[in-house]
Nanobody
Framework: QEQLVESGGGLIQVGDSLRLSCAAS????????MAWYRQAPGKEREFVAR????????DYADSAKGRFIISSDHAKNTVYLQANSLKPEDAATYYC?????????WGQGLQVTVSS
């Protein structure tokens, strides 16, 4: 059973930075891409950023461009999201997602609270 383990959420101040991590584990599989989504209370889950294991350029939502950076460590099957200059509207539960050769998986979610 594949599993995504997330870490790095918490309470931060407006303008501060945060780094989220997500490690994929389980039986042998190939990763196609990993991504971050987020869901604020009362809103639908939305795409934030995606990175491709093939080396293709990552994708970002307009709200993340210029402030967030997605990166990966293939040896660790891990994806990171460096979130900078955080705004109150960035507060949400952040979910890791992995598209793999044996299926697509979601993490359990990380709460990010942005305090002014």
């Amino acid at each position: 059973q594949e599993q995504l383990v997330e870490s790095g959420g918490g309470l931060i101040q407006v303008g501060d930075s945060l780094r989220l991590s997500c490690a994929a584990s389980g039986r042998a599989f190939g990763i196609y891409n990993m991504a971050w989504y987020r869901q604020a209370p009362g809103k639908e889950r939305e795409f934030v950023a995606r990175i491709y294991w093939s080396g293709s350029s990552p994708d970002y939502a307009d709200s993340a461009k210029g402030r967030f950076i997605i990166s990966s460590d293939h040896a660790k099957n891990t994806v990171y999201l460096q979130a900078n200059s955080l705004k109150p509207e960035d507060a949400a539960t952040y979910y890791c997602y992995a598209a793999t050769s044996v299926g697509n998986y979601w993490g359990q979610g990380l709460q990010v609270t942005v305090s002014s």
